[in-house]
């Protein structure tokens, strides 16, 4: 059961080209949001669909994989593990962001 503490599954569509960035230790880093898609039927029977946008960091191999296979509106499944990470914007507040960290990736559709 300790594999499940911190486990994330998504299947979603990227909204951009992929952020990659080689580190000077050698490290490559893949950055890129999907989106996921919920539809529901509102309270007067209309149909909804709301759209989540999730950020995604990929290291290794799987940022390698990412840079020379996806592209923007491609339809991946990915899984990782949820991280919050913190730091001080140029004006001295502090931010934060959540994202996934990947290290399983499916590329689907065409």
Known sequence: MN?????????G?????PEII?????????KFSIATNESYKDASGQK???????????WG??????????????EVAIEGKLTTRSWEDKDGIKRYMTEVVCNE??????
């Open 3 to 11: 594999t499940l503490r911190n486990k994330v599954q998504l299947i």
């Open 61 to 74: 191999k799987t940022a390698q994989i990412v840079e020379k296979y996806v592209t923007k509106g491609k």
């Open 48 to 58: 909804q669909t709301k759209t989540d946008w999730h950020n995604i960091v990929a």
């Open 13 to 17: 569509n990227l909204g951009n080209d």
């Open 22 to 30: 080689n580190l000077e230790s050698g490290k490559t880093l893949a």
């Open 105 to 110: 990736l499916l590329m689907l559709g065409k």
